[in-house]
């Protein structure tokens, strides 16, 4: 079942796998930090940003506003952080009434009317989604996406490639 949120499932992460905050606090607290940065350029009501685990699962580290609680796997069967993941492309949702890959629960829960999901990569190894949401419909088309990929591309640059991903791969 889906957790409400889109691209999303309702299971929590499994016990076995400790939080971030609690392996690495200080990546944890940055990631924090750079999820409200991306709240707040993108004009959003939420920010999250999930990182790929030694499965190779996407879980959510970092969460600031009305958004993924930490801790959500991300559902990489379908759904927007599913195409995320897939196309390792920006995922935009326009009208998350009309769109299909806006899980129902999600929506209401989040009130959620419009997305942005991100790719970010660390030598070309996709590590984490960042995704933006917010209550008001089409809020991340032109200058706003622009803005995200280009944050996008700046903690690419920055906070990820402070963490050793091979380990990840």
Same mark, same amino acid.
Do not use: Y
């Given at each position: 079942? =889906? ?9 929590? /992460? ?9 392996? =690495? ?7 924090? *930090?750079? /999820?409200? *940065? &991306? ?10 940003? /999930? +990182?790929?685990?030694? !499965?190779?699962? @996407?879980?959510?580290? %970092? ?17 927007? %952080?599913?195409?995320?993941? &897939?196309?390792?492309?920006?995922? +935009? ?7 299909? *890959? ?10 959620? %009317?419009?997305?942005?999901? +991100?790719? +970010? @990569? ?8 960042? /995704?933006? @949401?917010?209550? !008001?419909?089409?809020? @991340? ?24 991903? *091979?380990?990840?791969?």
């Amino acid at each position: 079942a =889906e957790a409400g949120v889109p691209g999303t499932t309702a299971a929590p /992460a499994p016990a076995s796998i400790t939080p971030l905050a609690m392996r =690495e606090p200080a990546l944890a607290a940055k990631l924090k *930090r750079v /999820a409200e *940065r &991306a709240r707040i350029l993108s004009s959003a009501q939420g920010a999250s940003i /999930a +990182l790929r685990n030694e !499965q190779g699962a @996407f879980l959510c580290e %970092a969460s600031v506003g009305t958004a993924l609680d930490v801790g959500t796997p991300l559902n990489l069967e379908r759904g927007l %952080a599913a195409e995320c993941v &897939a196309t390792k492309g920006l995922v +935009l949702c326009n009208d998350a009434q009309k769109d299909p *890959r806006v899980d129902a629960a999600m929506r209401q829960q989040l009130s959620l %009317a419009s997305a942005a999901l +991100l790719p +970010l @990569f660390v030598k070309n190894t996709l590590v984490a989604v960042l /995704a933006v @949401f917010s209550d !008001q419909p089409h809020a @991340f088309g032109g200058q706003a996406a622009r803005r995200l990929r280009e944050f996008a591309r700046t903690m690419e640059a920055g906070v990820l490639r402070e963490r050793n991903w *091979r380990r990840r791969r």
